[in-house]
């Protein structure tokens, strides 16, 4: 059975009758999804999603790179390549490969969140494997041709109530036009991800700046343009229901310079000459307290995404480019990176930063401890590698006693795989009425307390924190 | 229930039913406090305490900075300014504003150490909250006005043999000279703690060295003469039951210089000239090593407590000065900061260094190999933040298989909330008989065994660790 | 009961009777051991083991390291001095010791080893103290003397379907070659550890460079000459039935020099100046490239164990030599310390490199998203101190959920232990067995599943991971 009712609950049979309550409590609360990377373009233009493959196996970093690591090249998985060379063009070739190395997700989450998709949107109750991959092959494209597995349908089915989407500034958002022009009703809002324009080492950037001066008329070669095109997109941005900026740095290093070293700064990153990675690095950090000190003004919250050490295999980036499974976690240091942008606007009221990390050494370390004092400062929930069960009781363990519940924000889906993120929801909330309940049983939360919390960490506090 | 018999024990029933027998063991034994900060005024004056406010919130940081974090300012608290600008004064108020937040430390040990004292100290059923505030307050207000809720008598209730406070070498312990001169039995004792004449970062870390001259007659502006006050101090101490020296210190940094190099450092960091960070760390370094070896002399133990980044946040710290929560902790090397004192004095069995972390990820990797091996060493119980249910499994689990339990002090409260000892000590015998209950029940333990494990974790070995 | 069968199986009934069938299935397979270090004269002469204290304490620095941390010197436990000085020489008063001290390890692993053994060997049934210690000694003593507990004996008893044993390139394999020629059919191996002429920091570099190139007949003053001769000693040691090499750095540090930038390392780490430090960390690390370069052509698999500080204790390494208990783990980072090695061989499908960590914060953050995304990369069974219940369970909990279990390469016993073999092996078996149990309650696998993951790490994996 792909997807019991009870899995993911304490295997302790009066941990889990509790648990069983607090998920009854939540389980069917409406999808509030503030963090992801799903492509407006589908909502926008609701086509039906292609073959099996390409909507479970081709775009999807955590599967391929499992599969890649076991020899399975990346080409036969139908991952395109840059130079346009040959891959897998057949949809059934590509998921006969994958289902005949399915045990490889073995005690992984994403085993968890496929065989909950294959079961609640294709009736799919038999494992996976290499006997019946064709049989699943042919049920979910029967299903995906059908009009009520559409985006917009699939959408509704998965009651998400927000979702936002990521973008560049130099987005025109024309996907989200077309949403909002469409008349439809659901919730689809975008984030503000100005990493092209805000990284000296991001490809392109000097270009990225002029095509952002373009967009906005702002002289961006200047600091003072510079900053007032950033405050433009954010506004553009805010009109299509943006709540959020993010930043994904190498580092979480903030800095906090006076105006004449900044525009010095601004200069030498904008030059002809080669940027240094201190002056890089600099540069990002300057921009994360210019970004708080416009979500001041325009209410955007600022999440902080550092740590992620991108494109580590050059052989795989050379081929088929960026986010292609190959970035790695680096340990990450929040305390001393963090104290310019906090001494500056910490004690703002009016100021969320949601801190995300990589490294969960810093959970009980140096993020609970910081959260639970900062008024300016929320955690999010546990991310990416460790958006998982293990790695969400952990975040708990380490988080709860230090920074409570009410210094987090619920739950990120964090996602492109847009039949997976019903199943992320499901695992976090599963996880927290687990951890919820084990509190009650050893006496240190009453039951309706635990019910207040478990909806809280599902629904209301990511609405709260992001202000949705 | 504020108070449940089984609260914090295995949710197990065979592992709970071993931790109950182990649980009642231990506890009514004596409580062993031999590190904290409880105000020995209190001892000495045994004045009533004042209204439930400040008796629980105001002087409380962890109360206060959580409160923080969600918007609360600590004037509204009754947190003093050091400029002496208004704060609340009205105790009902502030507990009021207390009360409405309390949902706060859900899952905290805040809250568990809160309830555990509103039920067994004033009889209170209920949980705090907005609705019963005032009846709480009121509740508690009556108690705190009774002789039985003095501080002797409390300290009597309490079960405590002996507590140790802190001073500083410029304390002249005149609340301990008039604990020791009423005739009262309670063993209050103190405990040398140098951090003002040893961190050269300290505020008037030279005044400091001149008031220590004056107060030993020694000429504290030469090395030899610094060193013989520090002697004389301890000596002092020792007069008034200390049995330990202790060391907060931003790193573990340890050094041991020659004779002729500790002398010059010595000049650098008393001279006018400003001290370098670097001279800083290695003077506070070098002292430690130094009093190790005034330990070897004078039996007193050295506790080392590194680790913390003190007043992180500048506005909070001008506002209102030290201790305000606004302190962080920091990555924590041991393995060769510990190494040049432990080439000196590793190996002598007389002596006895007790190393606490703020950094978990040292308990596995360094602490526990170190402690496992000199005969010098042993780890204190989880600090701080980690002083909680998860810290302090987490402790056990990544402490015990490679250094024992027999290479760990027992239990220190650290705190300066007097009603929360009790509470605290009763959380660590807890997850004490908890985790080896699960020993027990997993085969790795007998019963008997962890009997004396358990009565050894609760009291002997902080007797035995601090030779009280 | 010294071995009781439920063991280290989870305490909750439904989750330890599950464990208890997987254990069924694997409990009874042979034992693959590819990597340790029992010595190979054992199995050579075949001649009875010594007394008791000279079989458990004597060489064991996980057992002298605790007593040594309690205060008991090594000469009282028989280890010897590189002076020749006294040491106790009576096994009977080591063991008396040894005993009185014996619930120093509760909660320990070598309590687990050691008690399995007393059971499975000898028939002892008692838990060992001060009042039975002669009786323990004399029981085992009696047994030692049997024919049936001869190394090849109890090789065959304990199911050993291949062991390794670890030698320097400087060694003449003498003993592999008796016991070859003794036509006995246990399957006894070496490994490559080259360490001693592979670290310029070793003792004896240069001489050991001399008898390399003596033993060789290559030219080892010229880095041709000297890879030449490892490349001819990797051939003897295949012919010893090699699989691997193996190599213990203070870091994971990589490098890929080009060959002038090589070859001129290579002249000053054997010049006649003294090495850098840098220079010597440069070197260790571009022979870890060299090593994979060769193990392309030769197939032996390359295992890294970093992160050890060897001889933290001076005087005791003064006094009794290397690993006296003394070595003690340091935080290790590999993102960028493995990147040049990865860059050039990373993507090889015929290469497998078996990471190994003393930091266990490394699992989840950086080892896991490597070996879930690099074909030549492994993960390596937890190591050394996290040789251990507990550090086995926090390394399926951290590794599992991105790397899964089949980039894992079952269990090492690392032991110059002999007689705890079998009890460390059963220590995994159980353990994990345990993890999956849980996995399965939780619906995370389904139970025949966990049977075939059960079976491979108890034994498949390891078979292929070393190509045994």
Same mark, same amino acid.
């Given at each position: 059975m792909l997807d019991h009712p009870d899995r993911l609950l304490p295997a302790d049979p009066n941990v889990r009758a509790v648990a069983r309550r607090l998920l009854a409590e939540v389980e069917q609360l409406p999808i509030v999804s503030p963090h992801g990377h799903t492509d407006p373009r589908w909502y926008a233009e609701n086509a039906p999603f292609p073959d099996p493959a390409r909507l479970f196996v081709v775009p999807d970093h955590y599967v391929f790179r499992m599969l890649y690591s076991q020899g399975v090249p990346l080409e036969a998985l139908g991952v395109p390549r840059r130079d346009g060379g040959a891959t897998e063009q057949d949809g059934r070739a590509i998921w006969r490969l994958f289902a005949a190395h399915y045990h490889l997700f073995r005690g992984t989450p994403t085993r968890l969140w496929l065989d909950h998709a294959f079961a609640t949107l294709f009736g799919l109750e038999e494992r996976l494997g290499p006997d019946n991959a064709d049989r699943h092959y042919d049920t979910i494209a029967e299903h995906l041709a059908r009009d009520a597995f559409r985006p917009r349908a699939l959408f509704e089915r998965f009651n998400i109530e927000v979702i936002a989407t990521t973008e560049s500034p130099l987005d025109d958002l024309k996907w989200h036009a077309m949403i909002r022009d469409s008349g439809w009703s659901g919730r689809v809002i975008t984030a503000y991800r100005p990493d092209p324009v805000v990284d000296p080492e991001f490809e392109g950037f000097r270009d990225n700046l002029a095509k952002l001066g373009e967009i906005t008329?702002?002289?961006?070669?200047?600091y003072q343009g510079y900053l007032a095109a950033h405050r433009r997109r954010r506004a553009f941005f805010k009109s299509f229901g943006a709540t959020s900026s993010d930043h994904g740095h190498p580092t979480a290093a903030t800095f906090d310079l006076d105006p004449v070293e900044a525009e010095a700064l601004f200069r030498r990153v904008t030059g002809n000459a080669s940027v240094s990675a201190a002056d890089a690095e600099l540069f990002r950090g300057q921009m994360l307290t210019e970004m708080a000190a416009m979500s001041l003004d325009d209410g955007l919250v600022l999440q902080i995404h550092p740590g992620a050490l991108r494109n580590h295999n050059g052989a795989v980036f050379a081929r088929h480019g960026r986010d292609m499974g190959a970035d790695v976690p680096t340990a990450t240091e929040y305390v001393r990176a963090l104290a310019p942008l906090l001494e500056r %606007?910490?004690?703002?009221?009016?100021l969320t930063v949601i801190l995300f990390t990589l490294d969960e050494t810093a959970y009980a370390r140096e993020l609970a401890p910081l959260a639970g004092h900062y008024p300016a400062l929320r955690l999010g929930p546990a991310w990416w590698f460790h958006d998982s069960p293990e790695g969400m009781r952990r975040f708990r363990e380490m988080t709860t006693e230090t920074a409570g519940f009410y210094n987090t924000v619920g739950f990120n889906?964090?996602?492109?795989? %847009?039949?997976s993120i019903p199943a992320r929801h499901d695992v976090a909330r599963r996880i927290d009425c687990g951890f919820l309940a084990s509190l009650v049983c050893e006496h240190r939360l009453d039951e309706d307390e635990a019910v207040e919390v478990a909806r809280a960490l599902a629904y209301g506090l990511a609405k709260k924190a992001y202000r949705l």
């Open positions: 008329g702002e002289d961006t070669l200047t %606007f910490g004690n703002e009221k009016d889906d964090d996602t492109r795989a %847009f039949p």
